[in-house]
């Protein structure tokens, strides 16, 4: 029978069977009869959107894998669609640990296939993209300050019938006195396929240091759809005469409505790690998605 001796830090050395000359990541063993790594199980924490699918699937695979407090987990695996998957990645954005999702929603994007058997196997192979979310600081027509993070995108939309009147900044320098639209909207590389790409925004590729401004339906500049900018970059929009044409912001689905002034920056001090099946990552999908 073999006998697995479980290893600390350190790459592995080849060696002959029944010989271990160095040591494997934690997540690995040694199969000491063949001089093999196999992988150590993984504590798993699962967590499922409120869909009767979701919950179904997580009961499953709770009695398959067993699952541990988020807390403990070395990795998280969430069952939903997108929008499930945002939420976890916002609820755990403290902790250091991998989330890989299942899609048991619609469109899943940020999810991959769903499957039950050999999530272990899956789980040790997947491919991990890093992303660094967009901050939102808003002020609000009443001088309240609202702060909140997005991983897709910060969009500003008008909250009235009239077009909004915007002033767009870039690290401080007016860039556009007056921006008649609909709304604007700036996203990560990630969330460049979502609300953006429907605003006839750019794709951008997972790796870029870029984040794109897109304007929603612009009426002056009629022809203006936006612009790249550094990721470094911190955009500050105004709105001009918002007690008439008001506007509201948004991040990832958290809201601030009448909004006088909206700052958006990178975030490199939090880090969502994304865990995706070799092949299926987030370059691939982005890719992809321009050819549908």
Known sequence: MPV?????????ISSPPGLVLGL???????NVAKGEAVPKAPRINFT???SPVAQAA?????ARYGSVPVGQA???????????????????????????????????FLMNEFGEEGLRERLALAVEEV??????????????????????????????????????????????EELVCDGALVCTPAGSTAYNYSAHGPILPIGAEVLALTAMAAFRPRRW???????????????????????????????????TRVEIRSEPGIRHRILFDPGHGLEERLTREQFV
Do not use: W
């Open 74 to 108: 070395e990795v998280i695996v969430a069952l939903g669609g997108d929008g499930f998957m945002l939420q976890t990645l916002h609820a755990t954005e403290e902790l250091d640990v991998p989330v890989y999702g299942m899609n048991c929603g619609t469109i899943g």
């Open 131 to 176: 992303i660094n979310p967009l901050r939102m600081s808003a002020v609000g027509t009443d001088g309240a300050e609202h702060s909140a993070l997005a991983i897709n995108e910060v969009s500003m939309l008008r909250a009235g019938p009239q077009a909004a009147k915007l002033r767009i900044s870039v690290d401080g320098k007016v860039r556009m």
């Open 225 to 259: 759809r936006g612009a790249l900018l550094p990721k470094s970059a911190k955009v500050l929009i105004e709105v001009l005469d918002p007690r008439k044409r008001p506007v509201m912001a948004d991040a990832d689905g958290r809201s601030a409505s009448s909004v």
């Open 24 to 30: 494997l990541p934690v997540n690995q063993c040694i």
């Open 4 to 12: 697995f001796v479980p290893c600390q830090s350190l790459p592995a």
């Open 58 to 62: 997580l009961d499953r695979l709770t």
């Open 48 to 50: 499922a959107s409120d």
